[in-house]
């Protein structure tokens, strides 16, 4: 395993926060730039958006901005601004998200919709959609509401494929590539753009950091599936085993069915159906025995490589060295 210099592997695994050291202040700057924008002068709509602030938890997203743009040389007074926008769209699906799945944790806290409702929520998450394009468009040039405004529309449309396929137990694994890359990928992949363009690198670089970006959201969001039937809630701080309850078929479960034996595989299709809290507990065995968890962790690890692969056209760097130790952390963590 590659390290940022001085920092295992394995500390990763804990927390992201000594990785992100080469970015500190900016990351700080991009804070502070999140809570003065969202500021309101109304107590209750404060309050929301103060809630909302323990959603950040790793701030990925912001930090690719600014490691992407570091490791291409510079990091400018907009990478701050766009760091911020990033993570305001970013909470935003959280929200959203928390209303289709009717969560009540996410980071060891009530979710919105379980503490104020789903009006209230759905109307958070649009107030940090608004502020977020409001935000980027301060920016003197416009390239920047351009590639974030297609990359959102993409994630909504992944969302909504997603939505539409729930209870669909016949969904082939090319589909499901296709709904994580909208909804989850598309968001890592225009941050690290950003850092890229907005640092001045050419369209080679900036097209290798995208790549860079999709693959590592592609492996961030199988292994966020994978944790959603064996994590465990006081570890990843959210509610777990939504998707079978609302019978979404992710990777390892589109696996088993494709490729156990009929047996099993009619079991599997039995428990999906029932789509009950016990139903996670149940199709662990099945999962593990048919290898599809296996088959799950080597998809995330094929993408991780494709990742790293993809920082081969940048010089060595401590920015650099913390986007490869990024991508291999996802295929480590435990939340």
């Not at 570890?235 to 009929?262: M, N």
Request: net charge negative; glycine share 6%; with cysteine.
């Amino acid at each position: 395993m590659s390290k940022h210099p001085g920092l295992q592997v394995e500390e990763s695994r804990r927390t992201l926060g000594p990785l992100f050291a080469p970015i500190q202040a900016e990351l700080a700057e991009a804070e502070l730039i999140f809570q003065h924008e969202l500021r309101s002068r109304f107590p209750f709509v404060q309050a929301l958006v103060e809630h909302c602030g323990d959603y950040q938890g790793k701030r990925l997203r912001p930090a690719l901005v600014l490691l992407a743009a570091k490791a291409c040389g510079r990091i400018t007074g907009d990478h701050p601004v766009l760091a911020a926008v990033v993570e305001m769209i970013h909470t935003a699906t959280l929200v959203h998200d928390d209303i289709l799945d009717e969560s009540i944790v996410r980071r060891h806290a009530a979710t919105v919709n379980a503490e104020w409702g789903n009006e209230t929520a759905v109307l958070l998450g649009d107030y940090m959609f608004t502020h977020a394009f409001h935000l980027a468009a301060s920016l003197d040039s416009t390239q920047a509401c351009r590639w974030i405004g297609a990359a959102t529309n993409k994630l909504c449309e992944g969302e909504m494929q997603q939505v539409h396929h729930r209870g669909n137990l016949d969904l082939d694994e090319a589909s499901y590539f296709a709904i994580i890359e909208g909804k989850t990928a598309e968001l890592t992949a225009v941050s690290c753009r950003l850092g890229a363009h907005y640092a001045g690198a050419d369209d080679e670089v900036c097209e290798a950091l995208d790549r860079y970006g999709r693959c590592l959201g592609i492996a961030f969001q199988i292994a966020d599936d994978v944790l959603d039937i064996w994590g465990e809630e006081r570890t990843t701080g959210k509610s777990l085993g939504t998707d079978l309850e609302k019978q979404k078929l992710t990777i390892p479960i589109i696996r088993l069915l494709e490729s156990g034996d009929p047996k099993t595989v009619d079991l599997a299709r039995r428990l999906l159906n029932e789509a009950q809290a016990e139903s996670r507990k149940r199709l662990r065995p099945l999962l593990e025995e048919s290898g599809a968890l296996d088959y799950s962790w080597e998809k995330a690890r094929w993408y991780v490589k494709q990742a790293i692969d993809a920082l081969d056209v940048l010089p060595p760097s401590d920015s650099k060295a913390v986007l490869v130790v990024l991508a291999e952390y996802v295929v480590l963590r435990t939340s």
